[in-house]
């Protein structure tokens, strides 16, 4: 696979933002890593090597970014106003920075986001607050409350950023449009946030596929199974 390496000063963070990209041309998909995680983690665990066969045929690029997790949401040390707050500066610059530049490298006119476990709620958030933005989402093992992080507080900002909330009331077309992946397993204690979002996108007649894989842990070697089974699907 073509690897590159790409670092540039975020406005948006006010500080510096890496990720690895994977590929010259295809859909782009911009995937997370893990809670805490770093850009690098997804090739690390051998995730990309799974998806190699769809990168060198010119399918996919992959746009593994860089986390703000412990500045944002595991960040116990400033107020849990001030964690959204930081996620929120690092949606924008998804949104405002990194998607325009997968946009232009690919000549495609929307991203597909994908993530495991906490890059899953990543994905899932980015995608229902950005539906014009996204063709696809690929979440394995992702959660989708949030509130876990917050020590009990909620304001609107956590609504907007929890998809279990703000997702039953969101009438927004395209999400209609999307393709939708929510991929989980017997074992996993991520299962019930699937299902439970799986029930509010059926309440909503929004079509999308709820895999849950038997026998499996939430762990790499189901991802390394899913994440090019999704992307055969292309």
């Not at 949606?91 to 998607?99: G, V, W």
């Not at 890059?119 to 980015?126: E, L, P, Q, V």
Request: proline share 6%; charged share 25%.
């Amino acid at each position: 696979m073509v690897e590159t390496y790409k670092k540039w000063y975020s406005p948006h963070l006010s500080a510096d933002f890496e990720l690895l990209t994977f590929g010259e041309s295809g859909y782009p998909i911009v995937l997370f890593p893990t809670s805490m995680g770093r850009y690098y983690e997804p090739k690390d665990f051998k995730l990309l090597e799974s998806v190699e066969q769809f990168v060198d045929a010119g399918k996919v690029k992959i746009y593994c970014v860089d986390s703000i997790d412990k500045l944002s949401w595991y960040n116990k040390n400033i107020s849990p106003a001030d964690r959204i707050r930081n996620h929120i500066w690092y949606d924008q610059l998804i949104l405002k920075e990194l998607a325009p530049i997968a946009r232009q490298e690919t000549g495609k006119g929307k991203i597909i986001t994908a993530g495991c476990s906490f890059g899953g709620y990543h994905a899932a958030n980015f995608a229902f607050r950005h539906p014009w933005l996204v063709s696809h989402l690929f979440s394995m093992s992702g959660i989708f409350d949030i509130r876990g992080q917050l020590d009990g507080f909620y304001n609107d900002d956590a609504y907007f950023n929890n998809p279990i909330d703000f997702l039953p009331h969101d009438q927004n077309r395209e999400l209609w449009n999307m393709k939708i992946v929510l991929g989980t397993t017997d074992r996993d204690p991520c299962r019930p946030d699937n299902e439970k979002l799986s029930t509010t996108l059926t309440g909503k007649g929004i079509d999308h596929w709820l895999d849950i894989r038997e026998n499996a842990d939430h762990d790499w070697p189901i991802w390394r199974e899913m994440f090019p089974a999704y992307i055969s699907q292309l």
